[in-house]
T-cell receptor
Framework: SQQGEEDPQALSIQEGENATMNCSYK?????LQWYRQNSGRGLVHLIL?????REKHSGRLRVTLDTSKKSSSLLITASRAADTASYFC???????????FGTGTRLQVFP | DAGITQSPRHKVTETGTPVTLRCHQT?????MYWYRQDPGHGLRLIHY???????DKGEVSDGYSVSRSKTEDFLLTLESATSSQTSVYFC??????????????FGPGTRLTVL
């Protein structure tokens, strides 16, 4: 069963706009991660937020975590065509040996 | 950066034949993982290893076996391939162990087609 579900499934925006994607999960976690996948490539780790953190920044990325709602959001500011990719959240569901991935959000950024 | 390769990168095989996929890492990471990726399902864990000869099942382990005889190699075997095992297979290593997290670094993937 999927632990994480991303929303929306697909998102299309213009360069310069912000992109927001959301992730909901079902069980308690130690941390939540976001990954990016370019077409035909492996996943690349973007950012990790621990369960005792509410917000984290990395460059143009901003991640929030609300453990009471079991949800997280990833904001990409001032998007670029190169941000076109699929984005996945991943949680450990309390077992740090394994990750459970969501089904992903496909982001298309038009020049 | 962690070095991780997968071989082969592409394979076409017939139903009922055995298939082995190889994942090789150039660093001494203890944990290695095999996932499959299918449209609409995201990544699903098949098996993982937490050391030489130490493996455990994931969410979709039926029809798959793994072996890890040395730290750098993690093999995934389909004993008798079926069309439902047509997928893209990713290997990953856990690079966040020292920090107590499960941050993973992924290989480039193997596209397997079972006819």
């Amino acid at each position: 069963s999927q632990q994480g579900e991303e929303d929306p499934q697909a998102l299309s925006i213009q360069e310069g706009e912000n992109a927001t994607m959301n992730c909901s999960y079902k069980t308690s976690i130690n941390n939540l991660q976001w990954y990016r996948q370019n077409s035909g490539r492996g996943l690349v780790h973007l950012i990790l937020i621990r369960s005792n953190e509410r917000e984290k920044h990395s460059g143009r990325l901003r991640v929030t975590l609300d453990t009471s709602k079991k949800s997280s959001s990833l904001l990409i500011t001032a998007s670029r065509a190169a941000d076109t990719a699929s984005y996945f959240c991943a949680t450990d569901a309390g077992n740090t040996d394994k990750l459970i991935f969501g089904t992903g959000t496909r982001l298309q950024v038009f020049p | 950066d962690a070095g991780i390769t997968q071989s082969p990168r592409h394979k076409v095989t017939e139903t009922g034949t055995p298939v082995t996929l190889r994942c090789h890492q150039t660093e001494n990471h203890r944990y290695m993982y095999w996932y499959r990726q299918d449209p609409g399902h995201g990544l699903r864990l098949i098996h993982y290893s937490y050391g030489v000869k130490d493996t455990d099942k994931g969410e979709v382990s039926d029809g798959y076996s793994v072996s890890r005889s040395k730290t750098e190699d993690f093999l995934l075997t389909l004993e008798s391939a079926t069309s439902s095992q047509t997928s893209v297979y990713f290997c990953a290593i856990r690079v966040g162990l020292a920090g107590g997290t499960n941050e993973q670094f992924f290989g480039p993937g193997t596209r397997l087609t079972v006819l």
